[in-house]
């Protein structure tokens, strides 16, 4: 609906102005929140250029949302339970999409990784085998590629959403512990996500409150910078984030704000 159309012409300059454009539209039941946070999250995951200024829309709304507590009753709650219906309000609902795609996306790179040739409904000759083969597997390796960019774009933007104060730092130590899973050979796309997470995120999670967690995660992550069962490029990505963190966490080259729309089209 119209938020989708507001949300494509979204850039650092016109922000405010779009904002109360998503506001006018009119956020009065649940379902439309729901709705707004999909495209929200559909936009920030495709177009991960733009996911600090995605995170920024959603922490504006959220203000926005408690500055005139605005909640709805949570459509998935029983009206008639014990000690009335379920509110819920933006924070809540944001919350549940991040668990939503983290686990959706993990999942959908497992299935395609598993997925097994089905048998064909009638005999080919060889060479129709042959050629049903390659086009299922670049079908696979097609939907692998869309889950694995997917993936490491709703990982970005878990840590834009952080930065933003959004989501807690107990959320981002669960996708942490998450993505550095004790298996013998990681999956890379865990291993990749995981380096871009701490490099976005690292340098407000390192605190002296939390460094026996971090010495953990990193004596894990510099055992992956030596795991020849990963390639040399995702053992390069480790080895990067253990120089960020001994180096307090200062980037080789600075990330750049958000880009204008029309810079992002020129790099693609």
Not at 34 to 43: E, H, N, R, Y
Not at 60 to 67: I, V, Y
Not at 202 to 210: K, N, S, T
Not at 252 to 268: L, S
């Amino acid at each position: 609906r119209a938020f989708k159309s507001i949300l494509n012409k979204l850039t650092p300059q016109n922000f405010e102005k779009l904002l109360e454009q998503v506001l006018a539209e009119g956020i009065d039941e649940a379902q439309t929140l729901i709705g707004l946070i999909g495209q929200l999250f559909d936009k920030a995951l495709t177009e991960p250029t733009f996911a600090e200024l995605y995170a920024m829309m959603c922490q504006q709304l959220s203000n926005r949302f408690l500055a005139e507590n605005i909640e709805f009753v949570d459509p998935d709650c029983d009206p008639d339970a014990e000690g009335g219906p379920r509110m819920i309000n933006f924070k809540r609902v944001l919350l549940n999409k991040c668990q939503e795609e983290f686990e959706k996306g993990d999942s959908a790179i497992k299935a395609e990784e598993k997925e097994e040739g089905e048998v064909p409904a009638k005999p080919k000759t060889p060479e129709e085998l042959e050629l049903d083969e390659r086009r299922k597997i670049q079908q696979r390796e097609d939907r692998m590629r869309q889950a694995r960019r997917r993936m490491l774009g709703n990982i970005r933007f878990i840590g834009e959403l952080f930065k933003k104060e959004m989501l807690t730092a107990r959320i981002m130590h669960t996708c942490i512990m998450k993505l550095l899973n004790e298996k013998k050979n990681p999956d890379e796309e865990d291993v990749e996500a995981l380096c871009k997470l701490m490099a976005t995120i690292g340098r407000l999670i390192d605190r002296p409150d939390a460094k026996s967690h971090m010495d953990a995660y990193f004596k894990r992550i510099q055992g992956l910078s030596v795991n020849k069962s990963i390639s040399s490029r995702h053992r390069f990505m480790c080895q990067d984030i253990m120089e960020m963190r001994s180096k307090g966490w200062r980037e080789r080259r600075k990330q750049e704000g958000p880009k204008k729309i029309e810079d992002v089209h020129k790099d693609a």
